[in-house]
């Protein structure tokens, strides 16, 4: 391939060709420009992969709809069960449904909470760690788990983002799961949440 070199560089050689002096040498002493590269977008990082018996759920979506036959301004939605990750209008199915209220005159009594399905086999107790990033905590703790009574049901009270912590114990074969969810979206029509179930009994891993 031969290279085009400025106009003053050519005059330049031509003169010392007829000097004698050795062309070849003088255009391989010629530095040529080093050409300048676009800076590459640094790659994205690889997913971290999870263990099969680690179940990752994401962007569950159960619709609110309103109580019309509450004393207060309430929303609910069906029952979800974890495990299937499926759920039911029906009674006492599934462990656990989305429970919103307004306008109580107690302010702890008003907003989301993640309401117990009484009749679920499965005894459900939570820790809630507030707003801790949901893929960095790995281990569910041994101790602290608990539930809040409220009315006939037991309740955890959540927020967007917050990271609640959950223990399953099967009331007849006392297996223990445990697992983390977040919820993403709340409001009186809809709840959007991921959520991760170590399938594994007794193993904390999360």
Same mark, same amino acid.
């Given at each position: ?40 977008? *640094? ?7 999870? !263990?099969?018996?680690?179940?990752? $759920? @994401?962007?569950? &979506?159960? %619709? ?75 281990? *569910? ?7 809040? !009574?409220?009315?006939?049901?037991? $309740? @955890?009270?959540? &927020?967007? %983002? ?45």
């Amino acid at each position: 391939m031969s290279r085009r070199l400025p106009i003053i560089l050519v005059s330049a050689a031509v003169a010392m060709g007829a000097a004698g002096c050795d062309l070849d040498a003088f255009l391989g002493s010629v530095a040529t420009p080093t050409p300048t590269l676009e800076p590459t977008a *640094a790659a994205s990082p690889t997913p971290t992969p999870h !263990p099969d018996h680690l179940k990752y $759920v @994401q962007g569950v &979506r159960l %619709d609110l709809r309103k109580d019309e036959g509450s004393l207060h301004s309430t929303y609910t939605s069906d029952y979800f069960d974890i495990f299937t990750t499926s759920s039911s209008d029906i009674s006492d199915s599934g462990h656990f449904r989305v429970y919103f209220q307004e306008k109580n005159q107690d302010n702890e009594s008003n907003g989301h909470f993640i309401w117990n399905n009484k009749g679920s086999i499965q005894k459900i107790e939570y820790i809630n760690r507030g707003f801790f990033d949901f893929m960095s905590f790995d281990e *569910a703790p041994e101790n602290g788990w608990g539930i809040t !009574p409220y009315l006939d049901r037991k $309740v @955890q009270k959540t &927020r967007s %983002d917050e990271l609640i912590l959950f223990r399953l114990t099967d009331v007849a074969s006392s297996s223990v799961h445990y697992g983390k969810i977040r919820f993403k979206e709340l409001t009186k029509e809809k709840a959007v949440f991921d959520y991760i179930l170590n399938t594994k009994s007794g193993d904390r891993q999360l």
